[in-house]
């Protein structure tokens, strides 16, 4: 079966522009998660969403960053006013059940967003 | 709070073993833990919960002690395509967040 995907795999933007980032989850998949993954790093948690709930978005970096999962599968990830700060690897994830402590994330293949 | 791995880095040579450490300042319930090719998505590799259950792949042995909040990951007779980074990730927040820590880089040598 087809696993997470990414759209688009790269980016690049001048400083000022807006952008959108896809995730497309396992069919069936509650949970997804965004992670923004540096250089050299682990991936950092953004945000995560229970079907098309977003229950946390405590770790999204300013109001310029803004997700929505609005019918509960695809997700959008909108970076509005990109910074050259706001460049790294999006990664997004999903999970079976709603108790994702327990279950394994699939990963997708990311966007390499870069900022000019 | 980051959880704390360590080493940063090892080099070994095929067949031979490691192990990955994580700690956490924290109590944890869980530690999950992911394998990062470069340029590729990371890919699940166990979870460990309180209790002493576990969850994940069959070629790979982990252990989670609780009250020092740490765990350690085994890898033995070490191949080729063990090689990439090692993160370990802990609930933490409201439980919602999967914290990861800042990885360590395995190479497998021939």
């Known amino acids: 079966g087809a696993g997470v995907s990414q759209s688009p795999r790269y980016k690049v933007a001048k400083r000022g522009q807006d952008v959108a980032l896809r995730c497309d989850p396992i069919s069936g998949h509650v949970s997804l998660f965004w992670y923004q993954q540096a250089l050299g790093q682990g991936p950092e948690f953004l945000t995560y969403?229970?079907?098309?709930?977003?229950?946390?978005k405590s770790g999204l970096p300013s109001d310029r960053f803004f997700a929505e999962r609005p019918e509960g599968s695809v997700s959008t990830l909108k970076i509005q006013r990109t910074q050259q700060e706001d460049s790294a690897v999006y990664l997004c994830?999903?999970?079976?059940?709603?108790?994702?402590?327990?279950?394994?994330?699939?990963f997708g293949p990311g966007t390499r967003l870069t900022v000019l | 709070q980051q959880p704390v791995q360590s080493p940063q880095a090892v080099i070994l040579r095929e067949g031979e073993d490691a192990v990955i450490n994580c700690s956490s300042s924290k109590a944890l319930y869980s530690v999950h833990w992911y394998r990062q090719k470069h340029g590729e998505a990371p890919v699940f590799l166990m979870i460990?919960?309180?209790?002493?259950e576990q969850k994940g792949h069959d070629k790979i042995s982990a252990s989670f002690n609780e009250k020092k909040q740490q765990s350690s990951l085994y890898l033995t007779a070490s191949q080729l395509s063990y090689s990439g980074t090692y993160f370990c990730?802990?609930?933490?927040?409201?439980?919602?967040?999967?914290?990861f820590g800042s990885g360590t880089q395995l190479t497998v040598l021939p």
């Open positions: 460990l919960l309180k209790g002493g």
């Open positions: 990730g802990t609930p933490s927040g409201s439980a919602r967040q999967l914290t």
């Open positions: 969403f229970q079907n098309e709930a977003q229950l946390d």
């Open positions: 994830a999903s999970s079976l059940g709603g108790d994702w402590t327990y279950n394994e994330q699939f």
